[in-house]
């Protein structure tokens, strides 16, 4: 018998689409100079603390004396403790290194986090929505049906993130009996922020009603407004209810080498029907990590730790500010050009309306076809991204300026 469920998912996933049209385009226009602010892949090469890390680490894997083979599953203890410290306790977080657990990327556990859940857990997420904390419960046969008129599924409680609330979902009815909230902020795809002020009313409210919160900080690095918080522990009582998911694919440049974490507090427990207690989730996690996972490769997580010297530090807070740059200058410019704009301040994403009546994909294929421009279609990312699309400031800076003069031509 097959998982049925998968079967259930609707065409391709968001940036294969993409991708596949960007492909048919430039076969039939080879000589097109075409400038991809789609997918949020960064573009600047590792920082030399980086490079000078994994050379070193190489180095140790061709010597019987320093070789590394299979390595922790839950990672290696100089970056957990590296973690801990640096994202969590210097920043008054009670984090502990034992619950941080090292994987392969953000993308990976905010996918297979559900796991640990019953099938019949509710689940709520922001409208619009990074697609895979969705796809990963309809593949778990937690979604229900999809619905194409409303481009929803029936299990699936969506917040929409708008303008007129300031792109911060509202709190649900207790009623609704949500138990797995999915919150990432600096948001993908929208690019904005919330306050401390407004992610504390999140914590009392998954406390008061037993639910938990996987919180997606993967662009934490961009927040530059100190009173914006960088992690939901922050927040009073973020320990008894939170998950967070952490990566070094966007502040560090980690794409190609793959490189994230997941930290679970001791303090977070979900009743059990079974044996009719509460559980911890941090011994539940650490289960299915041990089982399914082989750790990430030394060399990777030797250069994770490079991130948190010194220098590392210095060089990745540069190449931030350097895509933050492209970010500002984009924002600038469609503004300039008339477009409403959102986003692109603490945040690599800019997400603007598109003109008229245009749909996103309608949009999408006017900047593709007229001004060889690809960004992402914000109705890929839920119902409430329609008329809305998201591009990246993770190219150059020349091409970000280069968009912009060819935008300016529609």
């Given at each position: 018998?097959?998982?049925?469920?998968?079967?259930?998912?609707?065409?391709?996933?968001?940036?294969?689409?993409?991708?596949?049209?960007?492909?048919?385009?430039?076969?039939?226009?080879?000589?097109?100079?075409?400038?991809?602010?789609?997918i949020g892949d960064v573009t600047k090469p590792l920082c030399s603390a980086v490079i000078d890390e994994l050379h070193r680490a190489v180095d140790e894997m061709?010597?019987?004396?320093?070789?590394?083979?299979?390595?922790?599953?839950?990672?290696?203890?100089?970056?957990?403790?590296?973690m801990?410290?640096?994202?969590?306790?210097?920043?008054?977080?009670?984090?502990?290194?034992?619950?941080?657990?090292?994987?392969?990327?953000?993308?990976?556990?905010?996918?297979?986090?559900q796991e640990i859940f019953s099938k019949d857990v509710k689940i709520a997420v922001c409208d619009p929505v990074y697609p895979v904390y969705v796809d990963s419960n309809v593949m778990a046969g937690r979604a229900g049906d999809y619905d194409e008129m409303t481009s929803g599924w029936s299990n699936v409680f969506y917040m929409p993130c708008v303008a007129?609330?300031?792109?911060?979902?509202?709190?649900?009815?207790?009623?609704?009996?949500?138990?797995?909230?999915?919150?990432?902020?600096?948001?993908?795809?929208?690019?904005?922020?919330?306050?401390k002020e407004n992610l504390q009313k999140w914590v009392d409210f998954a406390n008061k009603t037993g639910a938990v919160i996987i919180y997606d900080a993967a662009y934490e690095a961009y927040i530059t407004d100190s009173s914006i918080p960088k992690s939901i522990y922050e927040c009073e009582g973020a320990r008894t209810c939170a998950i967070e998911l952490r990566s070094f694919s966007k502040n560090a440049g980690f794409t190609g080498l793959r490189l994230g974490a997941t930290i679970v507090p001791h303090d977070i427990k979900f009743y059990s029907e079974v044996k009719k207690e509460e559980v911890e989730l941090h011994s539940l996690w650490k289960r299915r990590h041990g089982t399914k996972y082989n750790g990430a490769p030394y060399i990777v997580q030797r250069a994770g730790f490079a991130c948190y010297t010194d220098e590392g530090k210095k060089q990745i807070k540069e190449q931030v500010a350097?895509?933050?740059?492209?970010?500002?200058?984009?924002?600038?410019?469609?503004?300039?050009?008339?477009?409403?704009?959102?986003?692109?301040?603490?945040?690599?994403?800019?997400?603007l309306h598109t003109p008229g009546d245009m749909t996103s994909w309608e949009f999408f294929d006017l900047l593709l076809e007229k001004v060889q421009?690809?960004?992402?279609?914000?109705?890929?990312?839920?119902?409430?991204?329609e008329h809305f699309f998201r591009l990246t400031a993770f190219?150059?800076?020349?091409?970000?300026v280069k968009a912009i003069e060819r935008i300016r031509t529609l």
């Open positions: 018998m097959l998982n049925e469920n998968y079967l259930k998912l609707p065409g391709s996933y968001l940036f294969s689409g993409i991708a596949n049209k960007v492909n048919e385009y430039s076969k039939k226009n080879p000589d097109a100079d075409i400038i991809r602010l789609g061709a010597s019987a004396d320093t070789f590394k083979g299979y390595a922790p599953d839950l990672g290696y203890e100089f970056l957990r403790h590296a801990a410290q640096n994202d969590y306790r210097d920043r008054g977080c009670d984090i502990s290194d034992d619950e941080v657990f090292i994987s392969d990327g953000a993308k990976s556990d905010s996918a297979n986090i007129s609330n300031n792109f911060i979902p509202e709190i649900p009815s207790e009623s609704e009996n949500i138990k797995l909230i999915y919150l990432c902020f600096p948001n993908n795809p929208t690019g904005e922020v919330i306050d350097g895509y933050m740059e492209n970010a500002k200058f984009i924002k600038n410019g469609l503004k300039e050009i008339g477009y409403t704009v959102f986003g692109g301040e603490n945040s690599p994403y800019v997400w421009v690809v960004g992402t279609p914000g109705s890929g990312f839920g119902p409430s991204g190219g150059s800076y020349e091409n970000s």
